[in-house]
């Protein structure tokens, strides 16, 4: 089935850095969306974006929609240990109810 | 927030044998949820929509036959991996909306925790 296209796949940085990730698709989204998933356990939303253009913090964490609609990014300031794990990001397209997903990116956060 | 339960975490079973995982909406209704199956190191991959009071719809090359899934309540439903196969050993995660007030395609999916099958 079609996915996105996430990057990087991976990063290594040091606790207090910035991270930044993000999706593309040849098609339209009308919705984005990002997860993350620890080790064993399902996704958990981070953030939910509707409208092209739009930009969206939840803490730490900030999210675009982009003009497009065929891509978003991720980004997360100053990280901390915690915030390992792999990241997806998600599409739905107008008038479907099932997502679309990145191949995620994981992140690694070294104290 | 909305909840998502999946039951059991883990399970290991002998090949041949049937599976039956839970997916509950705890604090809201969902007349569909998702079924994702995720092998290691890889994204989700939906697998079948599970739809309340009628048959579930199959992705393309998920045979209906081996992964049935049953929708009896507003808040359940089972997914049932007959005959397993050591192939089918993956992470099995639901997910469902929070259709409170109406259905919204645009509420975001909320998922359970998963379920590690290994099949022996």
């Known amino acids: 089935g079609q996915q996105l296209n996430q990057s990087p796949q991976s990063m290594f940085i040091q606790e207090g850095e910035d991270v930044s990730m993000n999706c593309t698709s040849s098609?339209?989204?009308?919705?984005w969306l990002w997860y993350k998933q620890d080790p064993g356990e399902g996704p958990v939303l981070l953030i939910a974006?509707?409208?092209?253009?739009e930009l969206t913090s939840n803490g730490r964490l900030t999210a675009q929609f982009g003009i497009t609609r065929k891509d978003s990014f991720l980004n997360i300031s100053a990280s901390i240990p915690s915030d390992v794990g792999i990241y997806f990001c998600?599409?739905?397209?107008?008038?479907?109810?099932?997502?679309?997903f990145g191949k995620g990116t994981k992140l690694t956060v070294n104290p | 927030g909305a909840v998502v339960s999946q039951h059991p975490s883990r399970v290991i079973c002998k090949s041949g044998t049937s599976v039956k995982i839970e997916c509950r909406s705890l604090?809201?209704?969902?007349?569909?949820m998702f079924w994702y199956r995720q092998f290691p190191k890889q994204s989700l991959m939906l697998m079948a929509t599970?739809?309340?009071?009628?048959?579930?719809?199959?992705e393309q090359g998920v045979e209906k036959d081996k992964f049935l899934i049953n929708h009896a309540s507003l808040t359940l439903s089972t997914l049932t991996v007959t005959s397993a196969h050591p192939e089918d050993s993956s992470f099995y995660i639901c997910?469902?909306?929070?259709?409170?007030?109406?259905?919204?395609?645009?509420?975001?999916?909320?998922f359970g925790n998963g379920t590690r099958l290994t099949v022996t």
């Open positions: 998600a599409g739905q397209k107008g008038g479907s109810e099932k997502l679309v």
């Open positions: 974006l509707y409208k092209a253009g």
């Open positions: 604090d809201f209704q969902a007349t569909t």
């Open positions: 098609s339209i989204f009308n919705t």
């Open positions: 599970s739809n309340e009071g009628s048959k579930a719809t199959y």
């Open positions: 997910s469902a909306r929070d259709e409170t007030g109406g259905r919204s395609y645009n509420s975001p999916l909320h």
